[in-house]
Antibody, heavy 118, light 108 residues
Framework: QVQLVQSGTEVQKPGASVKLSCKAS????????LHWVRQAPGQGLEWMGW????????KYSQNFQGRVTITRDTSANTAYMDLTSLRSEDTAVYYC???????????WGQGTVVTVSS | ETVLTQSPGVLSLSPGERATLSCRAS???????VAWYQHKPGQAPRLLIY???SRATGVPGRFSGSGSGTDFTLVISSLEPEDFAVYYC?????????FGGGTKVEIK
């Protein structure tokens, strides 16, 4: 069964960093691009960035430039998203999603809740 | 950046009724690479439609997408109880990838 399994709930203090994981199951991570999308409480979906899991090339939304880093470990079939200098506005559910090109984002992880609070 | 504007913000309908959701782009979307997702609380978004009009695997035939250029539409021909959710359009051809603000389809 093709799926993306994300790491568990995080609670962090303002100014801290968080690193989320997204493990691909049922397919080879490096065969597709992978994106990170978040949803803050009461808000819509916001794209954060993506990685070409084959060659590691990344591109980020300017809204997160300098604070977000997406990486992958092909041996672990897992992608990661690192977000630094956390603030309360980063409280959200974070999703990873597989990009199959013309057919958009076909598989999504279950989401990771990140709460930023002092 | 391609801004996507969805309307209406909320659609109040009864089961069995037809739902028509609109998504307008601030500039033409190349290759009509617009997707529609269904999102329910506590769940991951679910891909319904890609490339404006192609149904994703396993999506019921009551969901259909159309449009080109800057105007796109998602139609649910006859609402089932499980269809009440928030729907987002997305353009995925131009960076940054953008989503519309969503349309909530609620039970009247």
């Amino acid at each position: 069964q093709v799926q993306l399994v994300q790491s568990g709930t995080e609670v962090q203090k303002p100014g801290a960093s968080v690193k989320l994981s997204c493990k691909a199951s049922g397919y080879t991570l490096s065969s597709y691009a992978l994106h990170w999308v978040r949803q803050a409480p009461g808000q819509g979906l916001e794209w954060m960035g993506w990685i070409n899991a084959g060659d590691g090339h990344t591109k980020y939304s300017q809204n997160f430039q300098g604070r977000v880093t997406i990486t992958r470990d092909t041996s672990a079939n897992t992608a990661y998203m690192d977000l630094t200098s956390l603030r309360s506005e980063d409280t959200a559910v974070y999703y990873c999603a597989r990009d199959v090109g013309a057919a958009a984002f076909d598989i999504w992880g279950q989401g990771t809740v990140v709460t930023v609070s002092s | 950046e391609t801004v996507l504007t969805q309307s209406p913000g909320v659609l109040s309908l009864s089961p069995g009724e037809r739902a028509t959701l609109s998504c307008r782009a601030s500039q033409s979307v190349r290759s009509n690479y617009v997707a529609w997702y269904q999102h329910k609380p506590g769940q991951a978004p679910r891909l319904l439609i890609y490339a404006a009009s192609s149904r994703a695997t396993g999506v019921p035939g009551r969901f259909s997408g159309s449009g080109s250029g800057t105007d796109f539409t998602l139609v649910i021909s006859s609402l089932e109880p499980e269809d009440f959710a928030v729907y987002y359009c997305q353009q995925y051809v131009t960076s940054p990838i953008t989503f519309g603000g969503g349309t909530k389809v609620e039970i009247k």
